[in-house]
């Protein structure tokens, strides 16, 4: 069970959980998130090159982050550009089979929303919590409270 009431971080379990609540096109973004410990915006501003699978391997490169401002969304760099992020193996075959699905171009973002537009922070977040409330989960977790998962 999802305790929200509990400071500190989330336990593995409770991330599982809550993935097991999310659509299909939620459920790796936050995973990458928690296992990853990365931030909303970085997740949602991947494409197809920044994924390096090879025989070490599977390697994300994070660039970019998606912003939100008064002009709309868009992307600026990251708060760590260039960072080089080994992928958990157990991640590794739900990114190839989600590229299958992904358009071919290289600079093609790997999260979309519904209607085939790039995901805003703030749209994913609200997405998020509207997911975990329908499926009974009281009071949801702060999406970026899944970056500080204990991992032991």
Do not use: Y
């Not at 928690?34 to 390096?52: F, H, T």
């Not at 699978?53 to 970019?64: E, I, N, Q, S």
């Not at 992307?75 to 590794?92: G, M, T």
């Amino acid at each position: 069970m999802i305790d929200s009431s509990r400071r500190g971080n989330l336990r593995v379990q409770e991330v599982v959980e809550i993935a097991n609540h999310l659509s299909e096109g939620m459920r790796l973004p936050v995973l990458l998130i928690a296992c990853c410990q990365l931030r909303v915006g970085e997740v949602l501003a991947l494409s197809r090159e920044d994924i390096i699978d090879g025989a070490a391997g599977m390697t994300l490169c994070v660039r970019w982050r998606v912003v939100v401002d008064t002009s709309g969304t868009g992307f600026e760099p990251s708060k760590h550009p260039s960072a080089e992020i080994q992928l958990p193996e157990v991640l590794v075959e739900q990114i190839r089979e989600h590229l299958a699905g992904c358009e071919p171009e290289p600079d093609s973002l790997l999260f979309l929303n519904s209607t085939g537009e790039p995901w805003s922070t703030v749209e994913f977040s609200r997405s998020f919590r509207a997911a975990l409330s329908a499926a009974g989960v009281p009071v949801p977790p702060p999406l970026h409270r899944l970056r500080h998962v204990l991992l032991g």
